[in-house]
């Protein structure tokens, strides 16, 4: 199981909520945590958050020790289990594909 070794939640499907990943994440956590679920760089959470990516990786080393997580893929798994979904925007900003630049003939 994925889920925190000690002091977390029982495993099992439908032992966690939310709120336990809220009672954990600060607000900003969450959001970011949310993000790495849905797929987002560290690079594309920093422009979408317009935060730095340094700041972005802090946050993850500490919800990473929070959720007793050691991986990415770890953290994602937990994150749409223990919170479902991502509810906010499809594609969030940071996702959304920038228009091409016309190349010169030459």
Known sequence: ???PRSGGC???PGSCSEGD???RLTPRELEIARLVANGLTNKEIARALDISH?????????IYSKLEVKRRTELGVSVLMLAGPWSGDPVPP???AAPQKARKAG
């Open 21 to 23: 990943l809220r009672d």
């Open 54 to 62: 340094w700041t972005v990786a802090t946050h993850l080393r500490r």
């Open 1 to 3: 199981m994925i889920l």
């Open 94 to 96: 940071a996702r959304q």
């Open 10 to 12: 029982p495993p099992g």
